[in-house]
């Protein structure tokens, strides 16, 4: 009779466990209409995360050797896991005051130095300075970190991080590095189910094998040199997405389509105003194989909203949203941030000037233009043109049964992250975005900045905090939700370079070298890591089907533990 009992309530268990996984796989929301959501960012919504990365997906996470991960560099550098310390450093605000003024203390050393050696202030004099550096990088940088170390600006950084009141101090930065895949295990796991669907490090070499041969029978091309135009990028881009489906199961959209403008991989237009379009696959990125969060977001929302969907995708890189991205309404206008921010601004360099004797000029205020910024000017122009015509770019509309704007999906702040006016631009972008699409209730969803990475950081830089700030306001309350992106960055791929700085054939090394095959660019664009890009687009397409089935914003303050 126990066992029978306990049988019984096994049976139970895996009842409940397999129809919440089911329920998983069901979409969350059905609608007849089209459904059109636009995505709008900078270079990180263009996408450089090369797609073949993905190999990162079948491979536990890289462990950088301890000792040669925490091991700090004589000199200060940004590449050094020690040194970075300073920008996620967990302790009193003042301290973090003082890493701060020592960080301006360090440039305005270089620069002093720098002009010296120029001759700006007058002939060199060796019997103060020393021997005069060389020109180039090669002598000059050793120089100016040999200044700095004798005016002990490197020394008074290093009391700090070293300092009891850090609570982040380099070892325990690595161990909570390391415990990321740990802590998004679900999500790594949920993933590699549906873009990858069993496939193993094996089937990228095979991938690698089908690519290569294609490109030499001259049917592919991948890559061309810089600045010249792409040969056929709609037939290159769609023979590649069929060999990672073929090889890989990268997954080729059903119902979803995508219109691209801008930094993209097109035929059509020229310069930073490409355009493509097309059945969602890898290669809607900067190049026919490379990705961003679009192809993440589209699949992901694919399986879990039942219509035809179109994403719209405008973005280009450095573009920012107190210029280029500016909200119409705020042409000539400012922000109370940023009229104070201004104001305090113009106080101290009067101060300043008065104290030196010499004239100062005021910043004044924002002047009314008449023109929408760099990026708002050749993106509201394609909301126009889809919106009018949506059969153009999705073949599966019918004009009988109509379309809605469902959504908006903003990824864009590196070039705003000191902004403390980020929010008050970002909620007013997004009630301009709103009344132009005549859609009140508008879901967004926002992706923060993931650089930071550790749980503590992952909210201190303004465009992050300006997007919290935002998503609370009450008149944009629950219809505004924030993705935190930070759980998902490869921080382990900062130190590739630390382990590999001196080639031997050690287990080390030959490690890193191999695990470099996880990224395709550099750290401020999530290393290029299609492993990162996978899970931020599914995040971010789970949290949009949520908002559009009336769900409430989840507002992650918190990675997920």
């Known amino acids: 009779m126990i066992a029978t009992r306990k049988q019984f309530h096994l049976l139970i268990f895996c009842l409940i466990?397999?129809?919440?996984?089911?329920?998983?796989?069901?979409?969350?929301?059905?609608?007849?209409?089209?459904?059109?959501?636009?995505?709008?960012?900078?270079?990180?919504?263009?996408?450089?995360?090369?797609?073949?990365?993905?190999?990162?997906?079948?491979?536990?996470?890289?462990?950088?050797p301890r000792e040669m991960a925490v091991k700090k560099s004589r000199y200060f550098n940004w590449e050094n896991f020690y040194w970075?310390?300073?920008?996620?450093?967990?302790?009193?605000?003042?301290?973090?005051?003082?890493?701060?003024?020592?960080?301006?203390?360090?440039?305005?050393?270089?620069?002093?130095?720098?002009?010296?050696?120029?001759?700006?202030?007058g002939p060199w004099r060796e019997n103060a300075w020393g021997p005069k550096p060389g020109t180039g990088r090669a002598n000059m940088y050793p120089f100016l970190d040999r200044k700095a170390e004798e005016e002990g600006i490197y020394k008074r950084i290093a009391e700090i991080l070293d300092g009891k009141e850090n609570q982040l101090p380099v070892d325990a930065a690595?161990?909570?590095?390391?415990?990321?895949?740990?802590?998004?295990?679900?999500?790594?796991?949920?993933?590699?189910?549906?873009?990858?669907?069993?496939?193993?490090?094996?089937?990228?070499?095979?991938?690698?094998?089908?690519?290569?041969?294609a490109v030499e029978a001259k049917k592919l091309v991948v890559e061309v040199p810089r600045g010249k135009a792409f040969p056929e990028p709609e037939k290159n881009r769609?023979?590649?997405?069929?060999?990672?489906?073929?090889?890989?199961?990268?997954?080729?959209?059903?119902?979803?389509?995508?219109?691209?403008?801008?930094?993209?991989?097109?035929?059509?237009?020229?310069g930073n105003r490409i355009t493509t379009q097309g059945p969602l696959t890898v290669g809607y990125g900067a190049g026919v194989t490379k990705i961003g969060p679009e192809y993440g977001i589209g699949?992901?929302?694919?399986?879990?909203?039942?219509?035809?969907?179109?994403?719209?995708?405008?973005?280009?890189?450095?573009?920012?949203?107190?210029?280029?991205?500016?909200?119409?309404?705020?042409?000539?206008?400012?922000?109370?941030?940023?009229?104070?921010?201004?104001?305090?601004?113009?106080?101290?360099?009067?101060e300043d000037a008065k104290q030196a004797g010499r004239e100062f000029k005021p910043r004044s205020a924002r002047q009314k233009?008449?023109?929408?910024?760099?990026?708002?000017?050749?993106?509201?122009?394609?909301?126009?043109?889809?919106?009018?015509?949506?059969?153009?770019?999705?073949?599966?509309?019918?004009?009988?049964?109509?379309?809605?704007v469902a959504g908006?999906?903003?990824?864009?702040?590196?070039?705003?992250?000191?902004?403390?006016?980020?929010?008050?631009?970002?909620?007013?972008?997004?009630?301009?975005?709103?009344?132009?699409?005549?859609?009140?209730?508008?879901?967004?969803?926002?992706?923060?900045?993931?650089?930071?990475?550790?749980?503590?950081?992952?909210?201190?830089?303004?465009?992050?905090?300006?997007?919290?700030?935002?998503?609370?306001?009450?008149?944009?309350?629950?219809?505004?939700?924030v993705v935190n992106t930070a759980p998902y960055f490869p921080l382990e791929f900062n130190l590739l370079k630390q382990v590999r700085q001196k080639e031997d054939d050690s287990p080390e090394y030959l490690e890193a070298v191999a695990s470099a095959r996880g990224k395709s660019n550099g750290g401020f664009h999530y290393h290029g890591s299609a492993k990162c890009f996978l899970l931020m687009g599914d995040a971010m397409g789970r949290s949009m089907a949520n908002l559009m089935a009336g769900g409430n914003p989840a507002l992650h303050a918190e990675p997920p533990r």
């Not at 450089?48 to 950088?64: E, F, K, M, S, V």
């Not at 390391?178 to 998004?184: N, P």
């Open 408 to 481: 908006m999906i903003w990824f864009q702040g590196y070039s705003d992250k000191d902004n403390p006016a980020y929010g008050e631009l970002l909620a007013q972008l997004i009630r301009d975005f709103r009344k132009k699409v005549k859609t009140p209730e508008l879901p967004v969803v926002c992706g923060t900045l993931g650089m930071a990475s550790f749980k503590h950081a992952a909210f201190m830089e303004n465009a992050n905090k300006g997007m919290l700030q935002s998503a609370k306001m009450p008149d944009l309350a629950e219809k505004v939700d």
């Open 299 to 350: 699949i992901t929302m694919e399986r879990l909203v039942d219509a035809p969907i179109l994403l719209v995708k405008c973005s280009w890189g450095n573009t920012s949203i107190a210029s280029d991205w500016r909200p119409p309404s705020l042409d000539g206008v400012e922000t109370a941030t940023e009229k104070s921010e201004r104001e305090a601004w113009n106080a101290l360099q009067a």
């Open 174 to 213: 690595y161990d909570e590095m390391m415990l990321r895949d740990q802590e998004i295990a679900t999500e790594i796991k949920r993933v590699r189910e549906i873009y990858l669907k069993g496939t193993t490090a094996k089937d990228f070499d095979t991938l690698d094998d089908a690519i290569e041969a």
């Open 369 to 404: 233009t008449g023109n929408p910024g760099y990026a708002m000017s050749m993106a509201m122009p394609q909301v126009d043109k889809v919106l009018a015509d949506p059969g153009k770019y999705h073949p599966a509309y019918d004009p009988e049964v109509g379309h809605e």
């Open 84 to 121: 970075s310390g300073l920008l996620y450093y967990k302790g009193p605000e003042e301290n973090r005051g003082k890493l701060a003024a020592l960080r301006a203390e360090r440039t305005a050393s270089r620069a002093k130095w720098r002009q010296r050696a120029r001759g700006e202030h």
């Open 17 to 64: 466990v397999f129809s919440q996984l089911l329920a998983a796989e069901k979409p969350v929301i059905k609608k007849e209409k089209l459904q059109i959501v636009f995505l709008f960012g900078q270079s990180n919504m263009v996408g450089l995360a090369d797609a073949r990365t993905a190999w990162y997906l079948t491979q536990p996470q890289y462990a950088p």
């Open 238 to 270: 769609a023979l590649f997405a069929e060999l990672a489906r073929k090889h890989v199961n990268l997954p080729i959209a059903k119902r979803t389509w995508i219109y691209g403008h801008g930094h993209v991989a097109g035929s059509e237009g020229k």
